[in-house]
């Protein structure tokens, strides 16, 4: 598992799921209608959509400081910072009396050293329906400008 | 017309300021000292956290402030009890202000205009104490 910090609360994500870990450098502006959505990056030619954790999870905002590039679809994760790599034991399942948002959120908790860490479900960040909608948008904006540089 | 006779059952009375509430007795696992309780993010109504009891993790739900206000005094316990959620027994974690006591009372039905979460009163000694249904009481309903 990688364990990663957003605004003073520490999550686990499994690390299969991320393809890089990196800096945050050529965050392009990226206006959408998802609030946790306000930049895009580029890597190796591909573009992602990157997830402000903060917002997804309803936090205030700390200081960003990494970005965790996911392996299952163009979805980049704004986090404050990463901690380390930490194999676990077992996952918890998340307690029933947890109803809301999170049950989409998280996989189940995890103790590490006496610590309840949540693992997050990668896919959680960004439906699928979310970066098609996302991608039809970006198609859209380039088009607008590669017109605008034409004309 | 029936009459029908109610036995007395056990409850568990406990405060939450300056009122007492009650629960089925057979619902109340256990009391504890409180622990500082872990916490991430959720969007789950009334729950502030985790503890872990036994080597379970166990939910904490606050429910003084939707049953006497934001004004609570501190928390000194907690009444770990067990509900029926989707289906299945699960053990919340109840933070109360002060020691419990058992009771042996008759259940009566509700009167006049309470909540819905209340499933039952209880008198004693000039005292009405509210029986309380957690599961209705934490359910989305309450909140929606």
């Not at chain 1, 957003?6 to 799921?17: E, K, L």
């Not at chain 1, 404050?80 to 999170?102: K, N, T, V």
């Not at chain 1, 998280?106 to 050293?113: A, F, V």
């Not at chain 2, 049953?67 to 299945?88: E, Q």
């Amino acid at each position: 598992m990688v364990l990663f910090s957003v605004a003073g609360s520490m999550f686990a994500i499994p690390a299969r799921s991320v393809e890089e870990i990196r800096e945050i450098a050529g965050l392009r502006e990226f206006p959408s209608r998802l609030a946790r959505v306000k930049h895009t990056v580029l890597r190796q030619g591909k573009c992602y959509f990157v997830v402000d954790a903060a917002r997804h999870f309803r936090m205030s905002s700390q200081q960003p400081g990494k970005l965790m590039l996911l392996r299952h679809a163009p979805v980049a994760v704004l986090v404050d910072a990463i901690d380390r790599m930490q194999e676990i034991q077992s996952i918890h399942e998340l307690p029933a009396a947890f109803g809301g948002d999170e049950r989409n959120w998280y996989r189940g908790l995890t103790l590490i050293k006496g610590k309840v860490v949540p693992v997050v479900h990668p896919e959680s960040f960004l439906s699928k329906a979310e970066v098609t909608l996302l991608s039809v948008l970006l198609r859209g904006k380039r088009s607008a400008e590669a017109a605008a540089v034409t004309a | 017309m029936t009459n029908t006779v109610s036995n007395p059952d056990t409850f568990v009375l406990f405060p939450l300021g300056k009122k007492r509430f009650a629960l089925p007795a057979r619902q109340v696992n256990e009391l504890a000292r409180q622990d500082e309780p872990q916490t991430f993010p959720h969007t789950t109504p009334l729950l502030t956290g985790v503890v872990l009891r036994r080597n379970q993790i166990v939910p904490v739900a606050d429910i003084a402030p939707v049953l006497i206000g934001p004004d609570a005094p501190a928390r000194k316990f907690y009444l770990v009890v067990s509900r029926h959620t989707k289906g299945r027994v699960s053990r919340t974690a109840i933070p109360v202000t002060g020691e419990c006591e058992l009771a042996n009372a008759e259940q009566l039905p509700v009167t006049g205009k309470l909540p819905a979460y209340v499933s039952g009163l209880l008198s004693l000694r000039g005292e009405i104490v509210e029986v309380l249904d957690l599961d209705h009481l934490m359910s989305v309903e309450v909140f929606a």
